[in-house]
């Protein structure tokens, strides 16, 4: 495997070894990455900053769940360091051409045109983009139609090549759609500041991967199948109804947060509940089940039609439906699919919009519960509108240009759909991750909620810090290996899960690799991405939720924060 | 002397003796409040915040030059601790009163009318605003026709009602007109934010002060009056060509920044100069010296004409002029007074509105000096516009909704008239400045470039920590008691000078206050400011000047920066 280097200004390239970074991949190798070569104090935007593309270590093998992607860059959100993760068939494509990961360096000057890089095992071409300024979806079709309809893309929508914060890379999903987003952290406004409009994949070349043990391979890859299908979330609750198989549960939890973090519960739940939306696509003829790459046997995904039968959009997920739906007070499940939509068009985070459009309500632009008007303001970023360059920017970004004080976001970044005060560890997850708000990073819902991995109270402060520590541990670890972080769920109650992990990775390379090695290759890259942070200027009073968290408690439980900023240091690394 | 305590939410008043405050005036009080009574992690707009004007400890005196005016508050710009100083009427006519200080608190429901408060010796009334959402100069007119025309006001701008990180509070001058400015850090957006269109004081009310050693003071003050009289600075070079005279000597140095801080000599400066302002000042029939308050000796200020002999605009300053002129590349003295005057009309500060016009022609938006369109894009600040919200945040947030990576700011707030790497004493205050980059926290260009008080290379590192960390202290003091910065240049060369600012107060006061206490007073006045940042989550990564001076050389001396983050700290008490 190499990693493959390319220079955006002088549009030349290198395959170089993996070299000191032999041994790393996805979230661990992004990371270390971006905290050896970009200096913490740079523009996120300027030509310091790189943006790295990575596969997992287990990308290259056909082991389940194994083909995330991790994009990684100093964040313009945050001004911290960012892993974002995202589903496509990028990951499973990128070792076919003896790559882990592309690195994107320095930066054309000022007005260059938008770029299309075309990656093939031999050699790697650079055009002037033939999408430029397009949506993704109709991007897609003339990039296919003109470099072939086997390519795999990666690529920016207007909000990316506007350098928007809350802009997404895209990458295309099985069937070819650029639905898949490493969203969070304006990943999408690196890229686009480096004048990238594409990266597309000649999947068509395979090349034979190696296994040192491949008997040994194979029985671990048997056994991680076994583990899978006999965990009830991984097996049905999420091949069921999808992740807004949540709706229902964190709204009986109290802890759905509703109209901007004022309440626990949601009326109109029900209404954009996974029961609801199953039924929906059902009705419909659209799919309940759906994997975002090949090789995923979890397959929480679906395709959603709209009311005519016709494809709306697909990845529709839980966090989506949330923050359109609940935070906004919006009940209507087909405008919130086409915000779902509106978001992978314009290339934008749906949780930082959700969020940024509960900021336009708190500021009278549009009326709680308006899920039209959402979808009018939506579509204007990425436009000449001014307003849009305000709402792409996020959540922070547009509650300042209005004065609206009641702002929910770590580190600049949103919050996802948990409220903190009732899923403590989640909670202390979103305000110690180096990432910022990111449920991602730490997904204690499994048992404060979900009773997955142990059971403790979400309302109460006991046990949550460690909860949140393990969890940011093991995360990044999945993250490396380029796992579903779905996964955890089985893999936190079955006792096979972790060693499992681990001897795909050993009998994959034919070097040791033990689970203490894997709790190493976690804990490492969490120590890079704080590293970086330090340099970047962040503090333990970074690590806080905004004040209103702290000095409000949530209905209809009643339950508050409370803790310190010195116990949060708890849940580092 | 008593403070004045409004709720902004409940209209609610009480006057307060100075309790634990009292000893301090002007920025050391200011400081200390915000620093003892708001929480350092909340948000600048919420009702935690508080905002507080008060005049120095000087103020009530009839010492020269005291009449400046300290405004306080954690800044929605920096996200720090802010003191931002102003001339005008105020300072002068709050100890009428009785009144030292008057500290806003709390804040009403979203939606409240912008009220109009007025103070009267013996009572406060709240008023709906009779001038919400009108500019300053025709706001001013009509609370005068409304409140009496003896009112002195303090007052936001259409920029202030909307809560936006560049709004000033403008302040009347002696000729009434609301041109003197608090500009820095966004403490208009904190008024407006507790919907207080404006502050009135009735100046009819005039109580008696009380002198301890009234002799012992009028011989102090005397030998105040003799200091100023003595130096050049004071006595000539200010009052001749205003602060503008600065024009020539800083390009002729090679330090005035051009091109958003490209080039450290601007080809046009002969037409913005000091000599071509008085000139064209006194072909118009305006005049060449004017201060900004009564009592003031200095008269820096000036009145300007446009072409047909109509007033203009008033505190026509170097820095305003160096910003939308050799920053920008802009050549037309009336263009740049007409955007003097705009800023003042709308209430925003000048400094942080040039440079987010620089990035404007980053963006494309402007072409690099068309002084026409640098009016027509300031003048949609204040209105409907987004783009306005967008301009009213100042330079980063500019440059981030356009993409742009060569930002000059400090701790969020733009950089003055002064490169830094060429006038290093200046450059370490606005790295190491609790305000973020602010040349009046600690004027250096004295010792670099004027050669008053010292004679230190601002080529070269050597020194210039010592100079900044020594005017930090000196300036905080200064602001404390309510003087004027300028006196500094006369201090700085005459023995007699500190020790007869301390004599002023004790004799004053008729408590023993030395020189060592002066120094105390502004040493203690930053303690609370870095105290209240750290607690806000700064660190010394926070400290240092944006990337592009470390790798960038300056024409035409080609001088970089060089300065490590830990040399740096060196310049904090």
Known sequence: MKILRINTRSRTYRFEDLGEYAGLGGRALTSRIINREV???????????????????????????????????????????????????????????????????????????????????????????????????????????????????????????????????????????????????????????KRVKAILLDSTAAQKVEYADEEGFKAARKEWVDIMRNHPVTSQGLPGFGTAVLVNVINAAGALPTKNFRFGQFAGAEKISGETLAETI????????????????????????????????????????????????????????????????????????????????????????????????????????????????????????????????????????????AVKAVGVTYATSPMGADHTAGYGVAQNVLKVGGDVDGHKKEGNVEISKNLQVATAAIDSLGLCLFVAFAVLDDARGVPCMAKMVETYTGKPFSVDDLIALGANCLKDELDFNRRAGFTPEDDQLPRFFQTETLPPHNVGWGYTVEELQGAKV
Request: charged fraction near 20%; proline fraction near 5%.
């Open 39 to 193: 200096p913490a104090d740079c523009h996120p935007l300027s030509a310091e900053n790189k943006i790295v593309l990575a596969a997992g270590i287990l990308a290259p093998t056909t082991a389940a769940n194994s083909g995330r992607m991790s994009v990684g860059a100093k964040s313009p959100l945050t001004g911290g360091i960012k892993e974002s993760n995202s589903g496509g068939q990028f990951a499973n494509t990128l070792p076919k051409l003896g790559l882990l990961a592309i690195v994107l360096e320095d930066k054309p000057e000022a007005g260059s045109p938008m770029m299309d890089i075309v990656v093939r095992p031999d050699r790697v071409e650079f055009h002037d983009s033939v999408a430029a300024g397009m949506r993704t979806y109709a991007a897609q079709e003339k990039l296919l139609a003109t470099y072939g309809k086997e390519m795999v893309t990666a690529m920016v929508g207007p909000a990316g090549e506007q350098c928007l914060s809350a802009a997404t890379v895209q990458f295309s999903d099985p069937d070819g759609l650029p639905s898949r987003s490493a969203g969070r952290g304006g990943m999408g406004a690196v890229m686009g500041s």
């Open 282 to 421: 059902t009705k419909r003829g659209g799919k309940t089940k759906h994997g975002c790459h090949s090789g995923c046997m979890i397959q929480c995904s679906q395709v959603y039609h709209d009311k005519d039968g016709k494809y709306l959009t697909t990845g529709f997920e839980y966090e989506t439906i949330w923050g359109f739906g609940a935070d906004l007070m919006v009940e209507d499940l087909d405008d919130i699919a086409m915000m779902d939509r509106t978001c992978d068009e314009v290339g934008m985070d749906t949780i930082e919009m959700a969020n940024t459009m509960a900021m336009a309500m708190e500021a009278g632009i549009i009326n709680w519960g308006d899920g039209k008007a959402v979808i009018r303001e939506l579509n204007k970023v990425g436009t000449d509108d001014p307003l849009g360059r305000i709402y792409g920017n996020g959540t922070a970004y547009t509650a300042k240009a209005f004065g609206v004080d009641r702002v929910p976001v770590v580190k600049n970044q949103a919050l996802p759909a948990y409220d903190p005060r």
